[in-house]
C-alpha cells in the first residue's frame, strides 16, 4: 500500500466525519456526465466510456447509503440523446438495460425507472419495468433511474395527466382553472410522493441542468464536479455533501 494511498484514505475518512448528520441531503439527483469524453482521452471506444460509467453506479450507491441519503435520481439517457445514430445508442441502451438488471439483482434497492419509457425500443421498457415491479416491496434506499429523460417532457406528461384525471371526474376547464394550484402538477410528476432534491451534482466540468429535473430543483444547491463521471471518487461526492452542509438554503428567499 503505498503514502499516497494511506493519505487518501485519511482524507477521505477526515471528510466523512467532518459532515454534519442533520445536513445531509434527503435526496441527491446527479447528472451522469462525461462518459464520451473519458473515452476519448483513455483512447477506448465511446461503449466502453458507457460500460465505465454503468460501473461506477453501484460503488455510488452504496456511498449514499453510507450516509443515509433516502433517495439517488440518476440521469442515464435523456430524450435528446434517443437521437443519436443507431451505432452508439443501441450498444448505450444494452448497457443501460444491463445495468438497470444488475442494481435490481442486488435486491438492495427499490429501482424506479422513470422518463418517456413509451420512446425506448420495446424491449428496453419491458426489462425496465420488470426491475421496476421485482424491487416495489424492498425498503431502503429508492433509485430512480432517468431514461428517455427529459424535464420539459415530464412537465408536459404531469399537465396531461393531470387534465385527463381532471376530466374523468367531470370537471369543466373553468372549474379546473379556478382550483389549479401546483401541487396539481407536483402530484403527477414522475417523482411524485418523493422529496424534491436537495442536492443536484453534475460531473465533466459542465455548469448547466440541461433539463434535469426541471420543476423539482427549483430549491435544489448545486454542485459541479470537473471530474468524468467514470473518474468521479467518493471524496468528490463528499466534497460535494460538505458544500451542501456549508450552505444556508434560502428556498427561494
Keep these: 500500500m503505498g503514502l499516497s494511498h494511506v493519505l487518501y484514505g485519511a482524507y477521505e475518512r477526515r471528510l466523512a466525519a467532518s459532515l454534519p448528520p442533520d445536513r445531509i441531503p434527503r435526496h441527491v439527483g446527479v447528472i451522469l456526465d462525461g462518459n464520451r469524453r473519458w473515452a476519448r482521452v483513455a483512447g477506448t471506444s465511446t461503449a466502453a466510456g458507457h460500460r465505465a460509467g454503468a460501473d461506477k453506479i453501484v ?12 433517495v439517488v435520481t440518476l440521469w442515464l439517457l435523456s430524450t435528446d440523446n434517443l ?19 444488475q442494481l435490481g439483482q442486488t435486491g438492495r434497492w427499490r429501482v424506479n425507472p422513470m422518463g418517456a419509457l413509451d420512446l425506448l425500443p420495446d424491449d428496453t421498457a419491458a426489462a425496465l419495468k420488470a426491475v421496476a415491479e421485482s424491487t416495489s416491496g424492498i425498503s431502503g434506499l429508492m433509485v430512480n433511474i432517468a431514461v428517455g429523460y427529459g424535464g420539459r417532457r415530464e412537465i408536459a406528461d404531469a399537465v396531461r395527466a393531470m387534465l385527463q384525471e381532471q376530466a374523468g371526474r367531470g370537471t369543466s376547464i373553468e372549474e379546473l382553472a379556478e382550483i389549479l394550484d401546483v401541487e396539481h402538477i407536483a402530484e403527477h410528476l414522475y417523482t411524485r410522493g418523493q422529496p424534491d432534491p ?31 463521471w467514470p473518474d468521479f471518487r467518493k471524496v468528490d461526492f463528499l466534497r460535494a455533501l460538505r458544500a451542501f452542509g456549508a450552505r444556508h438554503r434560502r428556498y427561494g428567499n
Excluded: K, N
Aim: with cysteine; aromatic share 12%.
Design 198 to 228: 436537495d442536492l443536484v451534482i453534475r460531473t465533466s466540468g459542465e455548469q448547466r441542468l440541461s433539463g434535469f429535473l426541471l420543476w423539482q430543483s427549483a430549491h435544489s444547491e448545486f454542485y459541479f464536479c470537473e471530474a468524468y
Design 59 to 70: 460503488e455510488f450507491l452504496g456511498w449514499c447509503e453510507e450516509v443515509d441519503v433516502e
Design 83 to 101: 437521437g443519436r445514430p443507431q451505432a452508439e445508442l443501441a450498444p448505450l441502451l444494452e448497457i443501460i438495460e444491463e445495468t438497470v438488471c
